[in-house]
Nanobody, 129 residues
Framework: DVQLQASGGGLVQAGGSLRLSCATSGFTFSRSNMAWFRQRPGKGREFVAV????????QYADSVTGRFTISRDNAKNTIYLQMNSLKPEDTAVYYC??????????????????????WGQGTQVTVSS
């Protein structure tokens, strides 16, 4: 079975940092595109960051560019999201998703939620002002 376990969320003051992790199993991690999405209160699930299966491609939402960094460790089947300079508007449940098909996309295809077939349970991030 495909499993994704997100962790690392919590309560932090504005300007602080958190590091999210997503540990995975049940698929070929090294051949999978991995992404973080988030769902803010009252909003739909939105793209945050992606790292391609080969690691050559990373993309970020405009709202987090320069503050968040996505990375992957193929030896541990885990991805990370380092979040710095956090803002109250970053408050959300953060989900990791996997596209296990070794696909390459053009343009905004990497950010399309429909391309990610499996999801973790989410981890809550709350940023206080």
């Amino acid at each position: 079975d495909v499993q994704l376990q997100a962790s690392g969320g919590g309560l932090v003051q504005a300007g602080g940092s958190l590091r999210l992790s997503c540990a995975t199993s049940g698929f070929t991690f090294s051949r999978s595109n991995m992404a973080w999405f988030r769902q803010r209160p009252g909003k739909g699930r939105e793209f945050v960051a992606v790292v391609s299966w080969g690691g050559a491609v990373t993309q970020y939402a405009d709202s987090v560019t320069g503050r968040f960094t996505i990375s992957r460790d193929n030896a541990k089947n885990t991805i990370y999201l380092q979040m710095n300079s956090l803002k109250p508007e970053d408050t959300a449940v953060y989900y990791c998703g996997v596209d296990p098909r070794a696909r390459t996309y053009s343009g905004f295809g990497w950010q399309n939620r429909a391309n990610y077939l499996y999801w973790g349970q989410g981890t809550q991030v709350t940023v206080s002002s």
